[in-house]
């Protein structure tokens, strides 16, 4: 993000472009200027655009890009189609900071590639223009002062998709497992995924959507986020047995000697009484070698 009359430069790195990731990036450059610009330059991206309509037309906003713009008190300005060079002073800030901060450097974690922005910010900062000709800083003293002010509280923005419930009273989403309460769902039933930067909560479908479990949004595939104490409930193998006797309540207790008794060969085959263990999926996971798979969700 940059501000228009200075240049003034912010930039953040992500390993998502989903929605929740997108307006938080927004919420991090808001706390970075100290306020919010009057309007906001996009290109037509998903995250801002519902669909795609004819020049001429109204564009129609999505509606999270929106109830977030009404939020913060901001005006969303949507450039025609293919026309970049309507925000070419963040776009050629792009470049910029690819040449000066990630160029012939290599780095292993977010924080790392942060850190290295906000170094060279003040480097940047310290420049004339080539544009106004004037320090970038010295120019963005009334550019921060002419942001409004931040609301008393943030917005949170979510990403929502409907997903059903497995047998197993779990849910996928990105390659990854959430569980639910086995005692508040049933195999097949439809819920609701709200999905955050940082958390994932499973919501029932209908007139009243209760919130049915709230996990940490998984880091990337097989990350799967599993709270055993929602498996209660759920078969556990203590009804499955068998019996060569016949134990119909009616019928009174055998004598010993009248019916002989069953060779222990006939037992072990019944598998009396055998405890069925639960094992969390993830093992599975691990004896196929699939632990560490992948990339980031």
Do not use: N
Request: proline letters at 7%; aromatic letters at 6%.
């Amino acid at each position: 993000m940059t501000l228009s009359y200075s240049r003034d430069p912010f930039c953040c790195f992500t390993t998502s472009l989903d929605l929740a990731t997108f307006w938080g990036c927004h919420q991090r450059a808001f706390a970075h200027f100290g306020g919010v610009p009057g309007s906001i330059v996009y290109d037509r991206t998903k995250t801002v655009v519902r669909r795609h309509v004819a020049p001429g037309h109204a564009v129609p906003l999505h509606p999270e890009a929106a109830a977030f713009a009404e939020h913060y008190g901001f005006a969303v300005d949507v450039l025609a189609a293919r026309r970049p060079q309507g925000k070419g002073r963040v776009e050629r800030q792009v470049l910029i900071v690819r040449e000066h901060v990630l160029a012939g450097r290599a780095f292993s974690s977010l924080d790392e590639l942060a850190a290295a922005f906000h170094a060279w910010l003040p480097i940047r900062r310290g420049q004339v223009h080539r544009t106004h000709g004037q320090v970038i800083a010295a120019r963005a003293e009334p550019d921060r002062a002419a942001l409004q002010p931040l609301p008393a509280a943030g917005y949170q923005v979510v990403d929502r998709h409907l997903r059903r419930v497995g047998k197993d009273c779990l849910v996928s989403f990105e390659s990854s497992r959430y569980s639910v309460p086995a005692a508040l769902v049933t195999a097949g039933m439809t819920v609701e995924l709200r999905v955050g930067p940082d958390t994932l909560a499973v919501h029932a479908t209908g007139a009243e959507p209760a919130l049915l479990a709230e996990h940490r949004r998984a880091r990337g595939r097989g990350d799967d986020q599993i709270d055993l104490a929602h498996w209660d409930g759920l078969p556990d193998g203590s009804t499955r047995r068998t019996t060569t006797r016949d134990e119909t309540p009616a019928l009174p207790e055998p004598v010993d000697d009248a019916e002989p008794a069953a060779p222990p060969v006939l037992l072990e085959r019944a598998g009396l009484a055998v405890p069925v263990a639960r094992r969390d999926p993830r093992v599975y996971d691990q004896a196929a070698g699939l632990t560490g798979v992948g990339g980031a969700a």
